[in-house]
């Protein structure tokens, strides 16, 4: 007979933090569990510390591997599992008395397939680091809506770990962890929500996380091109993944591309097959939303002016929305609404060249300083340039009937129709 909840910690040489996580679930609230305890191949007391555990307690087993890493040791735990829902925890993080009362009742209350909480991150002093805010909500989320948290996460997010969850076994059995790879918890959240019907979150701090250079989350950027090299790969599978759910997300192609640009920039070993990807992945992109035209946009502002409107108005063109650095949130949320909306964070002057290249028309509708040069650049390419009064950065340079008032978008948009129109209509 199954039992409710099977709790996964993979264990290596935290002698110093182990009784302290292994006391947390032993003083759960919620009693029907088992712990599946995983050393993987600890070298200092953890193993006896996690044996004397299972001498006291029924419920807690020992499992033991040679080092292989979080992964496998997740893996191992995953396939002795008789739980219906898997619970991950580090072990040198602790768990809220209450913790599996309040998710499995939730789980049962809401016929959830994952359950997940807020967390509270902590130091080796017992300081709280960071905790929840706010009045206390529960939200129902879709698998689109949760894999859009992943791409637009707040700090501390919870949505883009494996632990703080209640997952469904069958969900998790189908996708196990990468052996061998950084970011192991990027390369299976998304996964796990897009195999879900029902996703519940509840902004409780129900999970204690512990913020240290040893832990089996640290954030310690070693090994700098091989880490580089995996984010690209989960990326590109992640596209892959998303396409045989037929779901699409602009900011998931966006971020991969940045990063296939990043790494082409700092590692060289990664140029070629970087171009290759993004080349492949931007042509994928654009044959599978199939869009008569392009117009782009470089910019290092929030504030574009009228570019909702100006896509409502012409679903027909895709507007490409560049720039150096991050992308304002505001604007990933307009391309995650609008289909003929695509951001281009972190670009790099390649791509910059890459969309003026394939644009039909440049718009220079963003405020305060124009970026790179890039109106005369346009204009070089032989690129119509339109503008509002209020954004127009080179009015000494652009046709007059082609710079309008801010509230004439109406009139803008009549003008780019009329320009494509006589494009379309100017032989091959």
């Given at each position: 007979?199954?039992?409710?909840?099977?709790?996964?910690?993979p264990?290596?040489?935290?002698?110093?933090?182990?009784i302290e996580?292994?006391?947390?679930?032993?003083?759960?609230?919620?009693?029907?569990?088992e712990v599946?305890?995983?050393?993987d191949?600890?070298?200092?007391a953890?193993?006896?510390?996690?044996?004397?555990?299972c001498?006291?307690?029924?419920?807690?087993?020992?499992?033991?591997?040679?080092?292989?890493?979080?992964?496998?040791?997740?893996?191992?735990?995953?396939?002795?599992?008789?739980?219906?829902?898997?619970?991950?925890?580090?072990s040198d993080?602790?768990?809220?008395?209450n913790?599996l009362d309040?998710?499995?009742?939730?789980?049962?209350?809401?016929?959830?397939?994952i359950?997940?909480?807020?967390?509270?991150?902590?130091?080796?002093?017992?300081?709280i680091i960071?905790?929840?805010?706010?009045?206390?909500?529960m939200?129902?989320?879709?698998?689109?809506?949760?894999?859009?948290?992943?791409?637009?996460?707040?700090?501390?997010?919870?949505?883009?770990?494996?632990?703080?969850?209640?997952?469904?076994?069958?969900?998790?059995?189908?996708?196990?962890?990468?052996?061998?790879?950084y970011?192991?918890?990027?390369?299976?959240?998304?996964k796990?929500?897009?195999?879900?019907?029902?996703?519940?979150?509840?902004?409780?701090?129900l999970?204690?996380y512990?913020?240290h250079?040893?832990?089996i989350?640290?954030?310690?950027?070693?090994?700098?091109?091989?880490?580089?090299?995996?984010?690209?790969?989960?990326y590109?599978?992640?596209?892959?993944?998303?396409?045989?759910?037929?779901?699409?997300?602009?900011?998931t192609?966006?971020?991969h591309?940045s990063k296939?640009y990043?790494?082409?920039?700092e590692?060289?070993?990664?140029?070629?097959?970087s171009?290759?990807v993004?080349?492949?992945?931007?042509?994928?992109?654009?044959?599978?939303q199939d869009?008569?035209?392009?117009a782009?946009?470089?910019?290092?502002?929030?504030?574009?002016?009228?570019v909702?409107?100006?896509?409502?108005?012409?679903?027909?063109?895709?507007?490409?929305?560049?720039a150096?650095?991050?992308?304002?949130?505001?604007?990933?949320?307009?391309?995650?609404?609008?289909?003929?909306?695509f951001i281009?964070?972190l670009?790099h002057?390649?791509l910059?060249?890459?969309?003026?290249?394939?644009?039909?028309?440049?718009l220079?509708?963003?405020?305060y300083?124009?970026?790179?040069?890039i109106?005369s650049?346009a204009?070089?390419?032989?690129?119509?340039?339109?503008a509002?009064?209020?954004?127009?950065?080179?009015?000494d340079l652009?046709?007059?009937e082609?710079?309008?008032?801010t509230?004439?978008v109406?009139?803008?948009?009549?003008?780019?129709?009329s320009?494509?129109?006589e494009k379309?209509?100017?032989?091959?």
């Amino acid at each position: 007979m199954n039992l409710p909840i099977s709790i996964i910690i993979p264990i290596y040489n935290v002698e110093k933090y182990l009784i302290e996580c292994l006391e947390s679930v032993r003083r759960q609230t919620f009693t029907d569990f088992e712990v599946i305890m995983v050393n993987d191949g600890s070298t200092d007391a953890s193993a006896v510390i996690a044996d004397n555990y299972c001498q006291r307690d029924e419920r807690f087993k020992l499992l033991h591997q040679e080092n292989q890493g979080v992964s496998v040791a997740r893996n191992f735990g995953i396939s002795q599992a008789k739980g219906d829902y898997i619970f991950f925890l580090d072990s040198d993080d602790k768990i809220v008395e209450n913790s599996l009362d309040v998710m499995y009742r939730l789980a049962q209350a809401k016929d959830a397939d994952i359950v997940m909480s807020s967390h509270i991150h902590f130091n080796n002093q017992g300081d709280i680091i960071h905790k929840p805010a706010g009045d206390v909500e529960m939200l129902i989320y879709s698998s689109v809506e949760a894999v859009e948290r992943i791409e637009s996460p707040k700090l501390w997010d919870p949505f883009v770990t494996a632990w703080a969850k209640l997952i469904k076994k069958e969900i998790i059995a189908k996708y196990l962890f990468p052996v061998g790879k950084y970011y192991e918890d990027l390369a299976v959240t998304y996964k796990w929500y897009l195999e879900a019907n029902k996703i519940c979150y509840i902004n409780i701090g129900l999970y204690y996380y512990r913020l240290h250079d040893s832990s089996i989350m640290s954030t310690e950027y070693t090994n700098l091109p091989k880490r580089l090299g995996d984010y690209i790969s989960h990326y590109q599978e992640k596209i892959d993944c998303m396409a045989e759910y037929d779901v699409y997300l602009p900011a998931t192609l966006a971020l991969h591309l940045s990063k296939l640009y990043q790494s082409r920039t700092e590692y060289q070993d990664f140029e070629e097959d970087s171009r290759e990807v993004w080349k492949e992945e931007y042509q994928r992109y654009f044959s599978f939303q199939d869009f008569s035209y392009h117009a782009f946009t470089l910019t290092y502002s929030a504030d574009l002016e009228h570019v909702e409107d100006l896509a409502q108005a012409l679903p027909d063109l895709c507007i490409h929305i560049a720039a150096y650095t991050s992308v304002a949130p505001n604007l990933i949320d307009l391309a995650e609404r609008l289909e003929n909306i695509f951001i281009h964070p972190l670009s790099h002057n390649d791509l910059i060249e890459d969309l003026l290249n394939q644009a039909d028309f440049y718009l220079d509708i963003n405020y305060y300083d124009e970026v790179d040069d890039i109106v005369s650049r346009a204009i070089q390419k032989g690129l119509p340039v339109l503008a509002f009064e209020s954004t127009a950065h080179r009015p000494d340079l652009v046709d007059e009937e082609q710079i309008f008032a801010t509230d004439e978008v109406n009139a803008m948009v009549a003008k780019i129709k009329s320009l494509l129109k006589e494009k379309n209509s100017q032989p091959e």
